[in-house]
Antibody
Framework: EVQLVESGGGLVQPGRSLRLSCTAS????????MSWVRQAPGKGLEWVGF??????????EYAASVKGRFTISRDDSKSIAYLQMNSLKTEDTAVYYC????????????????WGQGTLVTVSS | DIQMTQSPSSLSASVGDRVTITCRAS??????LAWYQQKPGKAPKLLLY???RLESGVPSRFSGSGSGTDYTLTISSLQPEDFATYYC????????FGQGTKLEIK
């Protein structure tokens, strides 16, 4: 069974940093691109960024709203994806979901076939 | 970025009804479209991808169609568990979601 479990959310002050983790199980993690999607309270879904599999260089792509502040990385040996969030703003307050990008052959642009339960990040003073 | 306009934003329907939700892209997306269902407090769930391909385990009452810029999600006969919010997502360049359609019980 595919499982994605996020951790690391919480309350943080504006301008500070936070790192989220996504621990995967039930599939060969290294074969897939991974992505983060967020949802502000009561709002819709917003894509945050992708990280390609090592087969495609393990490189990343980001939404304009987070580019230069957020960094996605992965540790295939531990089946974990990370989202490092720096210079946080109040508008970054959201539930952050880790997602698997389908199908495994895709470089980065794909649909999200599995989602974690989400972790809430609240940016407030 | 490609804009996705989803309609209606909300919809009231009864069990057994046939329901259609539409998503229009600001430019052609070559069937690179997925549909998700989200229930309150839960993560979204993939229903369809490539505009019309049903994800494994999803009931056949859900179907998708469309091409170019216009796509639809149809639920052929609403069941009580289908009342939720639905989102479309294009993955042509790079990724954007529609604003959602809240499907409520009439």
């Amino acid at each position: 069974e595919v499982q994605l479990v996020e951790s690391g959310g919480g309350l943080v002050q504006p301008g500070r940093s936070l790192r989220l983790s996504c621990t995967a199980s039930g599939f060969t993690f290294g074969d897939y691109a991974m992505s983060w999607v967020r949802q502000a309270p009561g709002k819709g879904l917003e894509w945050v960024g992708f990280i390609r599999s090592k087969a495609y260089g393990g490189t990343t792509e980001y939404a304009a709203s987070v580019k230069g502040r957020f960094t996605i990385s992965r540790d295939d040996s531990k089946s974990i994806a990370y989202l490092q969030m720096n210079s946080l703003k109040t508008e970054d307050t959201a539930v952050y979901y880790c997602t698997r990008v389908g199908p495994p052959s895709v470089q980065w642009l794909g649909y999200f076939d599995y989602w974690g339960q989400g972790t809430l990040v609240t940016v407030s003073s | 970025d490609i804009q996705m306009t989803q309609s209606p934003s909300s919809l009231s329907a009864s069990v057994g009804d046939r329901v259609t939700i539409t998503c229009r892209a600001s430019q052609g997306i070559s069937n690179s479209l997925a549909w998700y269902q989200q229930k309150p407090g839960k993560a979204p769930k993939l229903l369809l991808y490539a505009a019309s391909r049903l994800e494994s385990g999803v009931p056949s009452r859900f179907s998708g169609s469309g091409s170019g810029t216009d796509y639809t999600l149809t639920i052929s006969s609403l069941q009580p568990e289908d009342f939720a919010t639905y989102y479309c997502q294009q993955y042509y360049s790079p990724v954007t979601f529609g604003q959602g359609t809240k499907l409520e019980i009439k």
